[in-house]
Each structure stands twice: as structure tokens, then as C-alpha cells.
Nanobody, 123 residues
């Protein structure tokens, strides 16, 4: 079992930055692909970014965040990060961390989820 705990959310103005953290426990995440999803009120959950297992050499980003968000991992700390720059009001959502034992870049069917952290971007 992998337990995931997100932190770093908050209220920021448009154009500012936030860094989300996802601390894992229970197992080392080095053999897991790690992802960030988000869900805005009244909308379906959407995939934001994925980082591949081990060194995280491969990444995936949703078009809506490409060039603004960066996903990274620190296996020594068993932690994944999401650096969010140039935030927009439409980035407002609950952000969830997820883990899946995969050697690829899975875009769905993640096994482990955190409880989420709220990000609110004011205009």
C-alpha cells in the first residue's frame, strides 16, 4: 500500500506561483509513475501531469498547463512536486496526487490517491 499526502495548496493571485508536494509513505515510489490530477467544481477530474518511474526521465503534461507547470520527483525523499507558474483563475481546483506501478506514462487507472489540496487563483 502507498499512502499519499498532498500539501502546498492555497489562495494566490493570477500570475503568481505555487509548488505542490506529495509525500508518499508505505513503499518507495521509485518504481511508480506519479501523477497530478485536478478537479474543479462541477467538472470532471482531469489529468494534469505525469512523471515516469525511477529517474523521471519522461513526462506528460496536459495542453492547458504545458509550459507553465513542471512535475518532478525526489525518490530519496519519496516525494513528488508540481511547480505551477503563471497561474490562471481556470487553474482553480482540488489537486490530487496519484501513483501507479508502471514503467510507462499512464494517463488513467491509478491505484493510489491522496486526499487532495485546494488551489484557488484569484483574478
Amino acid at each position: 500500500q502507498v499512502q499519499l499526502v498532498e500539501s502546498g495548496g492555497g489562495l494566490v493571485q493570477a500570475g503568481h506561483s505555487l509548488r505542490l508536494s506529495c509525500a508518499a509513505s508505505g513503499r518507495t515510489i521509485s518504481t511508480y509513475a506519479m501523477a497530478w490530477f485536478r478537479q474543479a467544481p462541477g467538472k470532471e477530474r482531469e489529468l494534469v501531469a505525469v512523471v515516469s518511474w525511477s529517474s523521471g526521465a519522461n513526462t506528460y503534461y496536459a495542453d492547458s498547463v504545458k509550459g507553465r507547470f513542471t512535475i518532478s520527483r525526489d525518490n530519496a525523499k519519496n516525494t513528488v512536486y508540481l511547480q505551477m507558474n503563471s497561474l490562471k483563475p481556470e487553474d482553480t481546483a482540488v489537486y490530487y496526487c496519484a501513483a501507479e506501478r508502471s514503467f510507462g506514462i499512464p494517463t488513467r487507472d491509478y491505484d493510489y490517491w491522496g486526499q487532495g489540496t485546494q488551489v484557488t487563483v484569484s483574478s
